[in-house]
């Protein structure tokens, strides 16, 4: 049975991929909430400059969208923390895992 430890080039290559791929995924998170933010914020500017808000109000809708809308914000936003953290994490185990280190 062939020993299915990663050499020390497909183990570089394997968390630069990965890293790479957490990376990507940061910015693109970090952009859909920016995003999420500018959307609706133009929405509320445009429901707040035309007087729409009474009818969000009559239809007691103004304070779910609002509510609705910080908590999927700051749900995106904890959610780039955490990838951010993890990419922290997956660098760290970058330098500790053994088959990294030098043979010297």
């Keep these: 049975m062939k020993d299915k430890t990663p050499t020390w080039e497909e183990s570089q290559n394997q968390y630069k991929l990965l890293l790479k791929g957490v990376d990507e995924l940061i910015k693109n998170t970090t952009r859909l909430a920016e995003s999420y933010e500018t959307t609706n914020m133009d929405f509320a500017s445009m429901v707040y400059q035309n007087g729409l808000n009474e009818l969000m109000q009559k239809?007691?809708?103004?304070?779910?969208?609002?509510?609705?809308?910080?908590?999927?914000?700051?749900?995106?936003k904890g959610h780039v923390e955490q990838l951010k953290r993890l990419k922290e994490v997956l660098q760290l185990f970058f330098i500790k895992d053994t088959i990294n280190h030098p043979y010297n």
């Design 59 to 76: 239809a007691e809708q103004m304070k779910a969208y609002e509510r609705s809308f910080e908590l999927m914000y700051f749900s995106m």
